[in-house]
């Protein structure tokens, strides 16, 4: 499956954005569906992620309660990103993959991504 990420901008603190992963090829089904974000000077890190397969939901703690990452029929998923914060600021990425639970924040559980969208946040 091909992932294309979109949605990115550049918002005030405070704002919004909604991210989008679209898949092409096939459909998310049988996958989890993930969203990752780095920032310059540090390693790529778990955001959130949906499994499709019994509609799991997991986020970091940093984001907790502001974002929220859903699914849109078979084959696109977004990341809601409420109350930004400039520490949010970061390229966003898309990936899937078949993690289990106790993988599912590890970069190295997902082998398919897309390519990044960047979101700018101004304090």
């Known amino acids: 499956v091909q992932l294309q990420a979109s949605g990115g901008g550049l918002v005030q603190a405070g704002g919004s954005l909604r991210l989008s992963c679209a898949a092409s090829?096939?459909?998310?089904?049988?996958?989890?569906v993930a969203w990752f974000r780095q920032s310059p000077g540090t390693e790529r890190e778990f955001v959130a992620s949906?499994?499709?397969?019994?509609?799991?939901t997991y986020y970091a703690d940093s984001v907790k309660g502001r974002f929220h990452i859903s699914r849109a029929g078979t084959n696109m998923v977004y990341l809601q990103m409420n109350s930004l914060k400039p520490e949010d600021t970061a390229v966003y990425y898309c990936?899937?993959?078949?993690?289990?639970?106790?993988?599912?924040?590890?970069?190295?559980?997902?082998?398919?991504w897309g390519q990044g969208t960047e979101v700018t946040v101004s304090s």
């Open positions: 990936a899937t993959g078949q993690p289990i639970t106790s993988t599912t924040r590890l970069r190295q559980a997902y082998n398919n």
């Open positions: 090829g096939r459909t998310f089904s049988g996958y989890t």
């Open positions: 949906f499994r499709v397969l019994g509609g799991n």
